[in-house]
Structure formats: C-alpha cells, structure tokens
C-alpha cells in the first residue's frame, strides 16, 4: 500500500468530497423542509433541482450565442444564473405544491406521494420536449466560462480551480442566509411553529398556507441554486439528471434527521465525503480488489450502520420534549 | 361583547355541539363548566376558527366570526390559550413570546413583553431556554404570556389548571383574575368548578353538547345540581 500516495491526495478529495457534499446539503435542505411543515416527501424535489440547471445553461447558451461570455465578468454571470435559477425553481416548486400537493392535503399520506411522483416524470418530460423543439438536443453543456476553469497550483499534487471555490462559497453562503433566515427572522420562526403545529400556528396570527407556500419557494430556491453548481461545477446535464442527486440528497437529509435543517447540512457533508474518499481510497486500499465503482455501496453501507445506531439522523430530535 | 348563537358542530358523524347559545360581556369574566367529552374545547375551537360550525352564528362586538380563518380572529381580538397548552416546543421561551404577537403591527409589543414577564418572572429567567425543557407549570404560564402577547379584547382559556399543584392553580388564577382587572373579557373552561367559579361573575354548564344551566357564579355555586356534580358535595 503505497502510504505516501493516501497522505498526498488527501487534499483533493477532502475537495471533491466538500463540493459534492454542499452540493448534497443544498438539495437535501428543500426535502427537509417541506418535511418538517408536511411531513411528506416531495419525490419532484430533483426535478426542480433539473430546473434550475436548465434555466443556468439557457442563460449561458444565450449570452454566449450573442459574445457575452467575453463582455461581462463571469461572476457578475454566475450571480445572473444564481438568481434566475433560485427565482424559476423557487416559484415551480411553489406552483407544484399549489396545483398538485394543496388539493390533496387531508387525503391519506400514499396520495400526495404518488401525485409527487407524477410530478416528477411529468417535469422530466416537460423539460425534454421543451429542450428538444428548442435546442433540438436535451443532453445540454454549460459553456466553459474561462476564469472559472482556471486552476491555482497550491502544491505540487494540489491543485483548485477557480469554479470549486465558488461553488463551496456559495453553497456556504446559501447555507448561512438559511440558517439566519429560518432562526433569526419572524418568518422564519413562524415556518419552524407551522412546522411543530399547525393549528396552534394559526392562532397565533400565522397564515398556515402562506407559510408551506413560503417553505416550497424556499426550499425550491435552494434546490435551483444548487442546480446551477452542478451545472458549473460537472457541465453536463439532461433531463433525468436530477434522479441521482436527488436520491443521495434525500439520503442525506435521513442521515442528518429528516425535517432538521441543520441535519440536512451536515448529513449532505458526510454523504459527499464519504463518497468522495471512497471513490480515491477504496481501491488503493484493497490493491484494487475493490474500485471506485464501489464508492456508493461503501458509502449507504455506512450510512444505514450510522443509522442502526442512530435511527432519527445525526441530529434528529436533539429536544427532549415533554407533555 | 361575544355573542354565541345555536352552534352545531360536528365531527364527521358525531354530532359534538347541538345549538350552544351563550354570551360574554365586556369586562366579564364567564366560566363554562362540563364533564370530559361535554364539548368546552370544541366551542372554543369553533370561537377561534379552528372548527367550522353547521348553523348559529358567533359576533363579537356585532361582526360575524363564522368562516373567518383563525389567523384572521386573532386579529379581531381574540386569543385563545389551548387544551394542554400547545406551547411551541423547539422554539425558545422569548420566540414563543414573539409568535403570540406575529400579527401585530403596532408600537406596544416591547412594553407588552414586559408585562408579560412582570406578570411571570420565571419566563424572563428562561427567555432563551428552548421552551420544550420548561415544567408544565411554567409551560402553562408560556400558553397564557404568548395569548396575552396578542393584546386581546376577549381571551379564551382551556383548563388552564389541567395537571398543576393546587399552589401553582391558585397562582394561575389569581393572575387570570389580574389579567381580568386590566380590562381583559375572559372565556374560562374549566373542570375545576370550585376555583372557577371562585373568580368568575357568570358561568354556563354544558353537557352532552348543550348548556343545561346557566347564572351568576354565586347562584350556581348554591345550585344543589352543581354542587352535587361540579363541586364534589354528595
Ligand atoms: N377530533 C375529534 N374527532 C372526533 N370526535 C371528537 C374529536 N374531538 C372531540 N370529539 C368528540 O366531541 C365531544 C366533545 O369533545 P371536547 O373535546 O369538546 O370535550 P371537552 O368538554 O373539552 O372535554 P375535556 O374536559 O375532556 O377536555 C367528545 O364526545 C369527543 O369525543
Ligand atoms: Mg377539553
């Protein structure tokens, strides 16, 4: 076993495994919290995670189309993205639960869940026809935007490039603005009590409806957001990108205690690094007896032993509560 | 003040309220008394919007309540303090306190928290502790700081003695009756006739879904039905 290759890649995919598992977290964040307020999975979560990279590399195809990838600076492009990206997601997953999710609430909880799913193909198949009179194409590529691809050399074996900076500030940023959102505002606070009990919520003052109204567009902004990292971050995207992602995404708000947004956040970053070291050290550690190709059976078999020993997650149920 | 007129509630087939008709006066405080199951908690759940009524009518000061979504009451002037005080347990003492005045607007929120904390020291000491670690007595006082947070004109109380040492009930009903001389209309539900009707000028009994007697508290504590039933006299 060669030691000294192990210590010298550690650097890099602490790296790779930090974006995949922000990346993860992003995601995770808009399953949970529309867990927490309605205790249902949302399964069209991923396709509004597609969204949000279509609607990034629209844009980019456009300005690129008309030389403006060269004009303008490619973060005030990459904020341009970022924004319309949280905006359509946003405000689609705020649709979806209008049009699909309300009119079935009090139904039995398999209902939802399958109007969810339907969702799901339905927006898969919208974005594949709309792409293909569009584009003639649904496998689409972000456009390489040159400063973002360049590299720093840090180390002789360390390298970072530009684009896996932005995406780790970003996603850190997302995740702070959240996190001051959901514990500090007067929204945000009304969003945890609609979550812990609705009707009580209301008596306060609270619009109930207003606020799941509220958690979708938020949680969709995030699952857009991290749409358009993806997309940066891996270029290529289609349709049916979401499924993946979007199922580890969900693993990772489980791992982290479904309906806990802090969990989403820290069980999205030990699912990307597990992944990630898992991917790197696996072979080099059974002299190739096992591939990389086995990172994703490596990784769920740690998560369900963290999850034997911990069933509610990471972080699920910290308060003690009492009648 | 509140005027309640022929309410039919009903829970799928279960026909919990047959045509309550009662009414509180501003400045009052009225008690309503009944058994487990009589349906004191589905009336005020129906004052409060939480429940939908089938026929009868509910005005406060004249305006109709019915079909009035309950966060739209709150704002009429009425707060209600549920059954098992429903205290919004992942979120701190000081939040909570917040909630109870989401809907308002105006200027006098910071000097309300004040007299909610001077009227219950021990929130100001907890404010920042996560209120699902508070006692049940100190909960209970959480439930009736974060309705009074609302500045109502007419506050709705759900046994709020329920599973508190009789100390800590006298306590919790000398401050309702405080909260009442300030020139709060209180709606008490209660299981303990005795200290209900103890700090009460008027009372209803309810059973089965109905209001069987009704009068002054003095007269319904003399009542012999009342004593019998409500007050433990055999
Ligand atoms: N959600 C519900 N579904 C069906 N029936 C209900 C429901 N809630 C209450 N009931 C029924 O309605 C009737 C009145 O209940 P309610 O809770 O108003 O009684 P209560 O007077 O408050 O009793 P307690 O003193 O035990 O709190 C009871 O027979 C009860 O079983
Ligand atoms: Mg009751």
Redesign the interface.
Known sequence: MDLHLLIVIFPQVLLDGLILGFMYALIALGYTMVYGVLEFINFAHSEIFVVGAFVGVEILLMLKARGGLELLSPFLILLLLLVAGMAVSGLLAMAVERVAYRPLRGTPRLIPLISAIGVSFFLQDAIRLVESIWRNAFNLVYPTMDQLNHRFTLTETIDVSVKSVVVIVVALLMLWALHLLVNRT?IG??I??VA??Q??????????NRMISLTFLIGGAMGGAAGVLFGIQYSLINPYTGFIPGLKAFTAAVLGGIGNIPGAMVGGLVLGLLEAFAASYLSLLTHGAFGAEYKDIFAFSVLILILIFRPKGLLGEV????? | MLEVESLHVYYGEIHALKGVTLSVGKGEVVTLLGNNGAGKTTTLKTL???LPSRGGDVRLEGDTLLGV????I??RGI??V?E?R?I????TVL?NL???A???ADGGIGQDLEQVFALFPRLKERRTQ?A???S?GE?QMLAIG?ALM?APRLLLLDEPSMGLAPVLVEQIFETIQGINRQGTTILLVEQNAAMALSIAHRGYVLETGGIVLSGSAADLQENPEVRRAYLGES
């Open positions: 007067k606070k009304a945890r009590a812990e009990d009707a009580t919520a209301s008596l306060m003052g609270i619009n109930v308060v003690r509560e009492r009648a | 409060s919007g939480l979504p309950p966060h739209e709150v704002l707060a209600h549920p098992g429903r919004f347990n992942r979120l939040d917040e909630m109870g989401y809907a308002r996560v699902g670690t508070l049940g909960q974060r609302a």
